[in-house]
């Protein structure tokens, strides 16, 4: 594991959304791009509709452990209807 916060992680801006869908305290670089996190690990927890596709639940693994959203955006687009 490696959970080092160094250049590659930045603070969260207004309107960047966690993969939970909370808004993001912090930004970080992956390899799939910019991700945002809301520093709680509790994204499992909450079964919900997915805030960022049309699933009425969020994503798992096979382990049962939250996955991004394949339509996962840091900044969703906003106001534009369906
Ligand atoms: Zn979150
Ligand atoms: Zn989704």
New binding site residues.
């Given amino acids: 594991m490696n959970d080092s916060m160094d250049d590659r992680a930045r603070l969260g801006l207004p309107g960047e959304l966690?993969?939970?869908g909370?808004q993001a305290v912090w930004v970080f670089t992956t390899r799939f791009g910019l991700v945002g996190?809301?520093g709680?690990n509790d994204?499992g927890n909450d079964v919900g509709p997915c805030p960022f596709c049309s699933s009425p639940r969020k994503h798992f693994n096979a382990l049962g452990t939250p996955e991004r959203c394949p339509q996962y955006r840091l900044r969703p687009v906003t106001g534009g209807g369906r």
């Fill in positions: 966690c993969t939970c909370r996190s809301c709680i994204g």
